[in-house]
Nanobody, 124 residues
């Protein structure tokens, strides 16, 4: 079991920035691909971004390209989502995800492990 703990959510005005963090105590963190998903009220959960275990490859949803950046620090066992130029439509609960298979998370957008989520609210 991989326990993931998100932080960094909050309320921000449109055009502002937030950085989400997702940490784990699992020592094998560096062997997992990591990702972020989000779910807005009344909508299905959707893929946001993902990063390979070594950080060399990333993938992002078209809706966030150029605004959001995913990164990771394997020494700190933490993955980040830097969100800039936020829009009201980015309002959602953001979930951290992990999977041992890079292709499965980055391209199939599936994951075996999930965090509890952190709320991001963007006001207009």
């Amino acid at each position: 079991q991989v326990q993931l703990v998100e932080s960094g959510g909050g309320l921000v005005q449109a055009g502002g920035s937030l950085r989400l963090s997702c940490a784990t105590s699992r020592r094998t963190f560096s062997s997992y691909a990591m990702g972020w998903f989000r779910q807005a009220p009344g909508k299905e959960r959707e893929f946001v971004a993902a990063i390979s275990s070594d950080g060399a490859n990333t993938n992002q949803a078209d809706s966030v390209k150029g605004r959001f950046t995913i990164s990771r620090d394997n020494a700190k066992r933490t993955v980040y989502l830097q969100m800039d130029s936020l829009k009201p439509e980015d309002t959602a609960v953001y979930y951290c995800a992990a999977d041992r298979q890079t292709r499965r998370l980055l391209f199939q957008r599936l994951a075996d492990y999930w965090g509890q989520g952190t709320q991001v609210t963007v006001s207009s």
